[in-house]
């Protein structure tokens, strides 16, 4: 995954992990946590596997940096995507 | 077609009528090229005893003739500059002259005349070509303005909300039709000469327009004339009489007994949303709108970009009298609606509503910039639960774009067919050099590399879009839906999905790719990193016909499906020459890799044999 840059800003990033307890673990510590602020859970209603916070790209850094010590966790910038069509219309 | 033809007289006549302008309005054609034009200098020449031609005569022979209009004359200043450098006489002559006067001198030439286009040059300013379009380019502050005027008109009428391109030497300049299809462009910096094309995309129910070097004025109203979608021998008729598309024809769905039809199959199309509005599409009945989902989930059946209902008609388009019908039309159609908008969290919620309605065959006409750790995740969670995601390869002409580049999805480029569309359509744009027996290329802008399973058509493909039209379309986004319908057709009918072959699993999952690969029709156009498998055949693909060629002797495991690492994710984005890098990776996390064995065709050339087995992940 692309390194998380820290500047000033703040995004929107999916936490996911294999291990919904680990995700649900995660997502009990830093409910708390004013900069940070959850806007979804995807996944069984009983046990997620992603979520959707936005935060500080600073924070998102650090907590990149964190995961990649444990390997349980991954953190990564929510996407855009785009549709495949028309590519004529791209100058 | 653009001007001069009778429709485009009958067009302007009504000009005036329905635009209140001036009649007297201009259509527009290719104006003269500028072009270089010196004898060639070519020591093996001169060994055989073949002079060069001389520099004063050919330039005498320009001037003589009324079609070329000589405007420069590069070369030494001076006659001791030019003996110096060994040129006794020599220089380049800048000529203006049409295309085809080109070729023709060229020709008489035999060889001993360079005669080429003298190209326009680009700024490489990395940081210019990093920013977003339209948005951080200085423009010439000071300078003239080139104005023109367009009319767009069509079967006699004026088409109002086509997209109007100009392009100069920078940023190109871009309208919208009014309701008299009139528009007015301005590029900053440029002049008539200077102009290098002219787009114009109608929103349905014709034939795009593309000229290059127009001839356009800032004096006159300059007309477009468009052909309509019927005008084509292909199309003759439509849409009040059925058809398929060229590229159903292809694949050979016109062969299909009509009692095949997807019947019993759960495809979910994620995309801008379905408008089942259209005629095609009043059997769609089930969606989910992601992007609006705490709003309401109900509003999947409006697609104001038009994509998702072009793919879905494709798929699943309704068998009626009208239309195009789609490979599938009894599969059950399921909607996720991700644009306008579309992100990586609402792709993860679409594939969660898939899985929880158990859908067997997704069709994904989108892409990433980079690879997802939690997507991934969430694309084996879906293959684990039986369901095959169809992804198109991406528009970009360059390596295969993520999710395309996922081992754990059907990857699906694009391909066109020569005499499909009109020569002055944009489609003409996108041919590749190889061309094979039967009129197949490769798209130019499809996305390669071994990651591509196979190819389906993906240039002027023509399907539904709201509120009740059509549109011919091109892109990767059309060649996946080609394939999702078959593969619906495929789960439906091949006698392998009967009994134990119908429960979901990963492992279903790879034998429908596995047989869709199996069916293909091999294409002849040089690079297998652009066509995958090839061609996949409709009958082959439920099992009426034999597979094509040497079978694919699989020996699949469910690890096939077994999760990429952060270091694996990262080497998908790698190019196809990092390959032994990505093997490297793979065996060293234990990773499947060239899971299936099969005999290589001897007549493949090794390069292809080693594309072959990087494909199968």
């Keep these: ?86 590519p004529a219309a791209s100058p | 077609m653009a001007t001069k033809s009778e429709s485009d007289k009958a067009s302007a006549a009504s000009v005036a009528s329905s635009t209140g302008v001036n009649p007297a309005s201009r259509g527009i054609t290719q104006r003269k090229g500028q072009f270089l034009i010196a004898p060639r200098r070519h020591p093996g020449m001169q060994m055989m005893g073949i002079a060069p031609l001389s520099f004063s005569v050919v330039e005498q022979a320009l001037k003589e003739s009324p079609d070329i209009q000589i405007i420069d004359r590069v070369g030494p200043k001076q006659v001791v500059g030019a003996l110096g450098t060994g040129m006794q006489e020599g220089g380049v002559l800048v000529a203006l002259m049409h295309e085809d006067k080109a070729q023709a001198l060229a020709r008489q030439a035999q060889g001993q005349l360079i005669v080429e286009r003298d190209q326009p040059l680009q700024l490489h300013d990395v940081s210019y070509l990093q920013q977003p379009p339209l948005a951080n380019c200085n423009l010439p502050a000071a300078g003239a303005a080139f104005s023109a005027e367009f009319v767009v008109m069509g079967k006699g009428q004026p088409v109002a909300g086509a997209e109007v391109y100009l392009y100069g030497s920078m940023l190109p300049a871009q309208g919208v039709t009014d309701a008299q299809g009139r528009v007015r462009l301005m590029l900053f910096g440029e002049t008539a000469a200077s102009v290098r094309k002219l787009y114009v ?29 019927s005008d084509w021998p292909s199309l003759k008729n439509f849409p009040q009489q059925q058809q398929l598309t060229w590229g159903q024809r292809a694949m050979r769905l016109d062969q299909l007994p009509n009692t095949f039809r997807g019947q019993g199959v759960r495809v979910a199309v994620i995309d801008s949303g379905c408008a089942n509005t259209h005629p095609d599409l009043t059997q769609v009945s089930r969606g989910y709108d992601i992007v609006n989902k705490s709003i309401s989930t109900a509003t999947w059946n409006v697609d104001t970009l038009a994509h998702g209902s072009h793919c879905t008609g494709l798929i699943a388009g309704l068998d009626s009298a009208g239309g195009i019908r789609g490979f599938a039309p009894d599969a059950e159609i399921h909607v996720c609606k991700l644009f306008p908008g579309g992100q990586v969290s609402q792709l993860i919620d679409a594939l969660e509503y898939c899985i929880e309605q158990q859908i067997d ?257």
């Design chain 2, 201 to 229: 995309k109608p929103r349905a129910d014709f034939w795009s327009f593309y000229q290059m070097q127009p001839d356009i004025s800032d004096t006159e109203l300059n007309m477009v004339g468009l052909r309509a979608l």
């Design chain 1, 1 to 86: 995954m692309p390194l998380i840059q820290s500047v000033p800003g703040r995004g929107r990033y999916l936490i996911s992990s294999m291990s919904a307890e680990k995700l649900s673990a995660f997502l009990s510590e830093i409910s708390a946590h004013p900069e940070l602020q959850l806007l979804d859970k995807l996944g069984p209603s009983e046990a997620p596997h992603t979520a959707v916070l936005e935060m500080p790209h600073t924070q998102a850094a650090q907590l990149q940096q964190r995961f990649a010590a444990l390997g349980e966790i991954n953190i990564e910038p929510d996407q855009r995507l785009k549709m495949f069509a028309d």
């Design chain 2, 361 to 617: 065959v997704v069709n994904l006409s989108l892409g990433g910039a980079e690879p997802s750790e939690a997507l991934e995740q969430q694309i084996v969670r879906a293959k684990q639960a039986g369901i095959a995601c169809i992804v198109a390869a991406g528009n970009s002409g360059g390596i295969v774009q993520y999710p395309g580049s996922s081992p754990n999805v059907l990857t699906v480029a694009a391909i066109g067919r020569v005499n499909e569309f009109p020569a002055d359509s944009y489609h003409a744009q996108t041919v590749t050099p190889v061309v094979d027996a039967n009129g197949f290329f490769s798209a130019i802008f499809s996305c390669y590399g071994p990651e591509v399973s196979v190819c389906a058509p993906g240039v002027a493909i023509t399907s539904s879009v709201p509120e009740q039209s059509y549109a011919a379309w091109d892109g990767t986004s059309m060649a996946a839906p080609h394939v999702t319908g078959l593969a619906a057709l495929a789960l439906a009918h091949h006698p392998d999905f009967r009994g134990s072959g119908q429960m979901r699993s990963a492992a279903r999952v790879e034998r429908l790719f596995q047989i869709i690969k199996q069916s293909r029709q091999p294409l002849m156009l040089g690079d297998q990193r652009r066509t995958g498998f090839g061609l996949p055949d409709t009958l082959r693909a439920v099992g009426l016909a034999a597979p094509q060629g040497l079978p694919i002797t699989a020996t699949t495991a469910p690890g096939l499906s077994a999760l990429m690492s952060l270091p694996a994710l990262q080497a998908l984005r790698m190019g196809y020459s990092d390959l032994p890098t990505l093997q490297a990776q793979n065996a060293a996390l234990a990773m499947p890799f060239g899971m299936m064995s099969f005999p290589i065709p001897t007549s493949y050339p090794q390069a292809m044999n080693t594309s072959i087995m990087s494909s199968l992940w």
